[in-house]
């Protein structure tokens, strides 16, 4: 079997797909097609296989080819020692990970002069075959034999054996794949805090004396306990049971010399095996175990954080409607923001209501102003510092409206990334004349119009849904959050002739260069009237057309498939199925059951199969349809605006801000987000908070624990009126997001509000370390 058919076998297996189907999936990435163009317009040739299925088989296939690459050139290195033996070529061959690979070829792999080595040199190998050859000799008398200058002593010449024995046993695959197995299965972590740390590690308090299995350690637990290790607060150490588990390990080494018996050889190598294991095999064991903790930690966090970011970029937009974006300040202003419609600023302001102005009325006249100027229909209110106040003051403001004036709908959103994108190259090319910080509320506004169109130009690492985010692999949190981004904006499709360039980059096969070169000859030669003007941007040819085409719509265009997610490749077969209808396109698409009574087996050829056919006729029915879910909003209980107005037994409404491994964060509008743990989600057992919730979503919880001092609060979903629970690691709790602010009017929070955990944040199941752990993120 090649190596291609190999790959394709093994990833098959992991995906649950055939290998043919990931062999056309390989060479359509080969050719440059992207994730979503072959998940969208390529069925036929993948057999159906989805993004995410796509998105694995990627992922696989570069670590598979990798692993390839590394066999052939440990093949070629013992080849060329002379020491490749066809067994020895087997095992390289059948090796399925790096690790197993690289176990194989340990004995082989060139190294620095080891203690072995300088034995063999010194004529030692003989008296090591000779103990392990004889048992019943007394080791000591068979070493007199090879005492000599370089050898001075006895026990020079039995260390000298023992050395080379050691390194045998250390080189032994199959002895590294058991002793790997033991102690993934029986090994524990531990972490002790470090002399003198007390003060400084305070926040990592709940590991001072910590000790669980390690295949049980949950990420965030891991990640906790690596940083307190990275900060020099406590020291980690990975080993089996103290009691039994060193000893069975010692059994395992020394089962490979086979000592059986009570003779004299055996004795000794029993002493030798468990020499091996203390001095040398135990510490390559605990730092594999902790790398591998560590990946396994950082692949979980990188997981959450992509899941949560796909859940909030596919959260509901309020639409094309104007907008007052209000960044709250209390010193330095109130930064007021209006867009139209289609997210343009024609407007700001900066209000001063609060101290040192205290200009109250000349905040309420200057947002009236706007709201009649503009037409305004939504106020987008950021959630950072005096977030309450200024909801206060337009709730106030808009009792002031004469009567029969419909009054906008104010929301809090999340601020979230806002300063970052404010500072940012491309809001300062965006608005070269305005103020940092009213680009900021310019930011705000727009989020609530279209969360997705405005987040993706701010880092996701900024946009505040992650744990631990800092802590984890940066080239891997970045690839898999760009992943996230691809696939949601190319499954909500993009307006060719609305998108900004950060929105355009994220297009199938498009990228910043060719986005920047769209809207250049957007600004320069008007909208495009239709997609195949797309051939007529600098340096995008056919291939990248190819690739972008159907996930670009154009609205009220010549060609009315242009607004559909019908590629431009199908839309001759795409015509064949109006014609079938004996109807005007535009009287078909969009009307429902206009297409009843046509088969799309009818219209199947030799270029598009029936899961394309079956798309059209979708997409027909419902042309350009968003995936995205209706725009809803949660509703906070009037005079609940602070944690001191909580007690257990109130039931609330609120909108889940972030999903975590241990639950998920619930903003119920009192400054600090309550914590539903995972065992209080449902009256089930639950094993991901995922299964039951998501960021952005709307949910009813009720108040089971309230700790002002600590600012934590517990909420439950469940419908059984179960009490609060513990975890091992202590209480619920919550995430504060600020100094309790004065009591003021009730606002609406949208359901794709993710608020930034500020100092101070806790999330209280989990103590102190993860409430560093958000505070960071």
């Not at 046509?598 to 029915?621: H, K, N, Y």
Request: net charge neutral.
């Amino acid at each position: 079997m090649d190596t291609g058919h190999r790959i394709a076998q093994t990833i098959a297996t992991e995906i649950s797909a055939r290998p043919e189907q990931v062999r056309s999936a390989v060479a359509l990435l080969d050719e440059g097609s992207t994730v979503p163009f072959i998940a969208r317009y390529r069925k036929e040739a993948t057999g159906g296989l989805d993004d995410t299925q796509l998105r694995q088989l990627s992922d696989r296939l570069t670590y598979l080819r990798e692993l390839d690459a590394r066999r052939d050139t440990i093949l070629a290195s013992i080849k060329d020692q002379g020491k490749l033996t066809d067994d020895l070529t087997k095992s390289i061959t059948l090796a399925g990970t790096k690790a197993e690979l690289e176990d194989i070829y340990l004995p082989y792999k060139p190294k620095r002069r080891t203690k072995a080595m300088i034995a063999r040199e010194n004529g030692l190998e003989p008296l090591a075959e000779a103990i392990l050859a004889d048992r019943s000799q007394v080791p000591e008398t068979v070493a007199e034999g090879y005492v000599s200058e370089a050898v001075p002593t006895v026990r020079d010449a039995l260390n000298g054996a023992r050395d080379i024995i050691a390194e045998e046993l250390t080189e032994n695959a199959g002895l590294l794949r058991e002793l790997r197995k033991f102690m993934q299965a029986d090994a524990f972590l531990t972490s002790r805090l470090i002399d003198g740390q007390e003060a400084n590690g305070a926040k990592f308090s709940d590991y001072f004396d910590h000790r669980e299995r390690w295949a049980d350690v949950p990420s965030h637990r891991a990640l906790a306990m690596l940083r307190a290790s990275k900060e020099g607060v406590v020291t980690l150490d990975v080993a089996p049971d103290p009691e039994t588990g060193a000893e069975r390990a010692e059994g395992i080494v020394a089962a490979q010399l086979q000592t059986r018996s009570d003779a004299p050889g055996d004795k000794w190598l029993r002493k030798v095996a468990g020499w091996t294991w203390r001095v040398k095999l135990s510490l390559s064991m605990m730092v594999e175990l902790m790398a591998d903790l560590r990946s396994r930690a950082q692949e979980d966090a990188i997981t959450v954080f992509a899941r949560n970011l796909k859940d909030l970029l596919f959260a509901a937009p309020a639409g094309a409607r104007p907008t007052l974006g209000l960044d709250p300040g209390i010193r330095t202003g109130v930064k007021a923001a209006v867009v139209d419609a289609t997210g343009k600023l024609v407007a700001t302001d900066t209000l001063y209501p609060f101290q040192p102005k205290n200009d109250l009325r000349g905040a309420e006249a200057a947002i009236l102003k706007l709201i009649s100027t503009h037409g305004i229909e939504l106020i987008a209110i950021g959630n950072g510092t005096a977030s309450r106040e200024t909801e206060r003051l337009v709730a106030d403001t808009l009792n002031l409206l004469p009567k029969g004036i419909k009054a906008p709908t104010k929301v809090v959103v999340s601020e979230a990334g806002a300063s970052v994108y404010s500072a940012s190259e491309l809001a300062a090319r965006e608005f070269p004349d305005l103020d940092v910080s009213l680009r900021g509320a310019v930011s705000i506004a727009r989020r609530l119009q279209d969360p997705l169109a405005e987040l993706v130009k701010i880092e996701p690492k900024s946009i505040g849904v992650g744990q631990y985010q800092h802590d984890v692999d940066q080239y891997r949190l970045s690839k898999s959050l760009e992943a996230v981004i691809e696939d949601v904006v190319n499954a909500v499709g993009v307006d060719l002739n609305m998108a900004s360039a950060p929105l355009l980059a994220h297009v199938s096969g498009l990228g910043p260069g060719l986005a920047e070169a769209i809207v250049a000859h957007r600004d320069l030669n008007g909208a495009f009237g239709s997609r195949k003007d797309l051939l007529k941007v600098a340096r995008l040819g056919p291939r990248a057309f190819e690739q972008c085409a159907g996930f670009l719509r154009i609205r009220d265009g010549a060609e009315p498939l242009d607004a559909s997610s019908v590629h431009p490749e199908a839309y001759g077969i795409a015509r064949k199925i109006v014609q079938a209808c004996e109807r005007d396109i535009r009287q078909i698409m969009g009307s429902d059951g206009a297409l009843k009574s046509l088969r799309a087996e009818q219209f199947v050829d030799d270029s598009f199969g029936l899961p394309t056919v079956r798309d059209i006729f979708e997409e027909l029915e419902k042309p350009g349809r968003d995936p995205r879910p209706s725009f809803v909003t949660a509703s906070f209980v009037d005079g609940i605006e602070d944690i001191k107005d909580l007690k257990p037994g109130m039931s609330l409404e609120g909108t889940v801000t972030n999903v975590a491994a241990f639950g998920a964060f619930v903003d119920i509008g009192v400054h600090q987000d309550g914590l539903v743990h995972v065992s209080q989600l449902a009256d089930r057992f639950v094993k991901d908070p995922h299964e039951v919730v998501k960021t952005g979503q709307v949910v009813k919880v009720r108040v089971t624990e309230v700790d002002v001092a600590r600012k934590r609060i517990g909420l439950s979903m469940r419908k059984d009126g179960g009490a609060s629970s513990r975890d091992d690691r202590g209480k619920h709790g919550s995430a504060p997001r600020g100094k309790p602010q004065a009591k003021g009017p009730r606002t609406q929070n949208v359901n794709h509000s993710s608020k930034p955990k500020s100092k101070g944040t806790d999330t209280g199941a989990l103590g102190a370390a993860l409430m560093d752990a958000f505070k960071k993120r």
